[in-house]
């Protein structure tokens, strides 16, 4: 009798540490696998460093020390799914840049018709998690975010997007005007 209840202490206990190591797992490379990390369409961070074209200032390529750089462009022309922007964040500094945020959400945008009214922004539609995040920049990096608009009335609209870190003071914000058909 005593060694029946002693196997099955051990596994009482084998399967307590089970349960307990399980939840001790790393949650970013879960959220990672099932595509989580990003709301949107892109992968968000590119961690590839590129040389930039020489740009006739005597040879010097790469890093422009002293800022973060922003940019909004069209990435496809308009066709049956829409126009696709690429907002991307490149590190031009001589160090790393990290960026707190509060949410899963790491930037915001809203479409705005010729007359200034908002007719879409990307928060009000979408639900995002409740934990403290961060983006790392590191020296050269991009963080890339794509945006596929669609479903708009014909007319002249402006894509206005920005980053939403806690506690900076800039917050990279790019606008672009488009026409849409």
């Given amino acids: 009798m005593k060694k ?13 540490i089970s349960i307990v190591m399980t939840g001790c797992g790393n949650n970013d ?25 020489d740009n006739g200032q005597g040879g010097q390529s790469g890093i422009v020390a002293g800022s973060i750089e922003s940019s909004l462009k069209i990435q496809e022309q308009q066709n049956a799914k829409g ?9 031009q500094t001589e160090k790393e840049k990290v960026f707190q945020f ?20 990307y928060s009000k539609n979408h639900m995002f998690m409740q934990v403290l995040t961060s983006l790392k920049l590191k020296q050269a990096d991009v963080f890339k975010q794509d945006i596929l608009v669609s479903d708009l009335e014909p007319g002249t609209y402006t ?23």
């Avoid at 126009?83 to 991307?88: G, H, K, P, Q, S």
């Avoid at 509060?102 to 922004?121: L, N, R």
């Fill in 83 to 91: 126009i696709l922007f690429r907002y991307e964040l490149k590190n």
């Fill in 159 to 181: 894509l206005e997007v920005w980053l939403t870190p806690t506690g900076e003071t800039e917050d990279y914000r790019q606008k672009i005007t488009f026409n849409w058909n």
């Fill in 4 to 16: 029946c209840t002693k196997v099955w202490r051990v596994i009482l206990i084998v399967i307590c």
């Fill in 102 to 121: 509060s949410s899963s959400q790491k930037f915001d945008y809203v479409i705005k018709d010729k007359s200034g009214k908002i007719v879409y922004q």
């Fill in 29 to 53: 490379s879960q959220n990672q696998s099932e595509g989580r990390e990003e709301p949107v369409m892109g992968d968000g961070k590119e961690n590839e460093k590129k040389q930039r074209p």
